[in-house]
């Protein structure tokens, strides 16, 4: 039996926040960044997804494998080109070095395709989490939420340090097909 989120159509996060996921995104607004096991746990459960994804071919695994009209899978790559603003954290950069010379600007900013509080949850785990964060923001619904997974990682503090006065919650523990222990936060937009 295969183990993976994939094929367990499972997020690649720790199974107390797919827990909490279950309960908080049903029939709900989601949007997320980093397409995989999520998409397809999420799509039936919500009332609308749009899932963000940069690596095409990812994109054409997740999306020959999406069975919900709820949900839209887009493509945005990222281009060769120098790190943004300093204002914006990681400069629209992915931390992981063989994305060293891209910058996800255009993936980041997807996001601005859709109104101001249009989404009752949104999912930071896809590349240049801390750029993706200061997106998200005016996004999310007042009494929404904001998930990061892997929130324990040094180079999303910058991030996280726009979501002060939000509500945090940190859940810990293995993810599927991993016995490890990892963190995965969620912030709730004040009212």
């Given at each position: 039996m295969e183990s993976d989120p994939l094929s367990l159509e499972l997020p690649w996060m720790n199974y107390k926040a797919i827990r909490w996921l279950s309960r908080h995104a049903r029939n709900a607004a989601v949007f997320e960044w980093g397409s995989g096991g999520s998409t397809l746990y999420l799509a039936p459960l919500v009332a609308s997804l749009v899932s963000i994804e940069h690596d095409a071919a990812w994109h054409k695994v997740v999306g020959d494998r999406i069975r919900s009209e709820t949900c839209t899978l887009r493509l945005v790559p990222p281009v060769p080109g120098p790190?943004?603003?300093?204002?914006?954290?990681?400069?629209?950069r992915?931390?992981?070095?063989?994305?060293?010379?891209?910058?996800?600007?255009?993936?980041?900013?997807?996001?601005?395709?859709?109104?101001?509080?249009?989404?009752?949850?949104?999912?930071?785990?896809?590349?240049?989490?801390?750029?993706?964060?200061?997106?998200a923001l005016p996004k999310v619904k007042p009494g929404g939420w904001l998930v990061?997974?892997?929130?324990?990682?040094?180079?999303?503090?910058?991030?996280?340090?726009?979501?002060?006065?939000?509500?945090?919650?940190?859940?810990?523990?293995?993810?599927?097909?991993?016995?490890?222990s990892y963190q995965t936060s969620v912030f709730r937009r004040p009212l």
């Open positions: 790190p943004c603003p300093n204002e914006v954290p990681q400069g629209y992915s931390s992981r070095t063989d994305f060293s010379q891209m910058n996800f600007e255009r993936y980041c900013q997807t996001i601005r395709d859709y109104s101001d509080e249009s989404f009752n949850v949104v999912i930071v785990d896809g590349r240049a989490r801390g750029s993706c964060i200061h997106e990061l997974d892997d929130s324990d990682r040094a180079q999303y503090a910058t991030g996280i340090g726009l979501l002060g006065g939000w509500k945090r919650m940190d859940f810990h523990g293995p993810k599927p097909g991993d016995e490890g």
